[in-house]
């Protein structure tokens, strides 16, 4: 592994609900329906249930942005920068100098994109829609990840078939006020405690997606480590909504690939699992231990930089032994 070395990354695999999996898009009175994609199939276009592919850029930035928040102490972010690491910025405010420090010192903001100050920084590498494998996405499911059309599960379950409605609810809990003796003073225009119900579509339990992600530009190997660092921070993560609320729990095989050059003689392949049974092949241990060692050091890189100092705030070992 070399510092200078630049890799093309591909990663395609499968993935199985084990609880109810919420994705909600579209809602109509008080019921919210999973996110939808049209999906050719034979000489029909369908509408089969899909995770989009940024519902886990938004995650896994957010884990990456928490990873550095939690490893580096920081204690305050001024929010403009705490909009960059979580939301991936905003082209109205900033500076050219902060925006290039920022992107210079932070590989997981060069692995996903910002913008700042006008100009827009791009993401190295995209992410796909996750989609149900069905009767009808069968076809897709071949195209898109030919690598792993022969071990693609046959299934004769219709896309109208893996989807369920639950309901649930949202209330007032003014009541419970009194268990902790607390008095809760009235609002003006007072009403009575609520109870709102509301009914929420959701893939059944059990259910085989297929899903993939590369690298749109070469990733140095500090940012091939930083994508390693978050599938390893997501393993345990709920997918789509209401986590909190047993939804979404899921199991992910990928193989991942990663070579040089596109005409590279010797691409490297690895398998990588993800929720019940986290593991990492060994090959790739070392690109995640680069950007780990990497993180640590950056302390000291932002108490050394004019443009980081005054924006991110980390915790003074100096100060913390006193």
Known sequence: MSKTDRYLITAYGMGKSLAPLVHSEERLGNKMFFRRLSIKSGDEVVSTPAISGNSFRGAWRDQLALYLVDTLGIHSLSDLTFVTFFSGGTLTEGDSALAHN????????????????GRMYPSRFGVDFAVPLTKETQAYAQAAYPEQA???????????????????????????????????????????????????????????????????YPVSALEFGALLKVLELSSQRSYGGQGSRGFGRMNWHYTLMWKTSLDDPNPKSAKIRLGQELSFAGSLKGFKKQYEDHVATLPGVIQGNDSLKPVIQVTNSDDEGK
């Open 102 to 117: 920022l992107y210079e010192t932070f590989p997981s903001l060069r692995l996903f994109g910002f913008s700042m100050g």
């Open 150 to 216: 022969d071990a693609l599960p046959k299934t004769t379950v219709e896309a109208g078939q893996i989807t369920a409605m639950t309901m649930m609810t949202r209330k007032q809990d003014e009541e419970k006020a009194v268990l902790v003796d607390l008095t809760i003073e009235e609002s003006e225009g007072e009403t009575s405690p609520t109870q709102m119900l509301f009914n929420v579509e959701y893939i059944v339990p059990n259910t085989t997606f297929v899903h993939g992600f590369r690298s749109v």
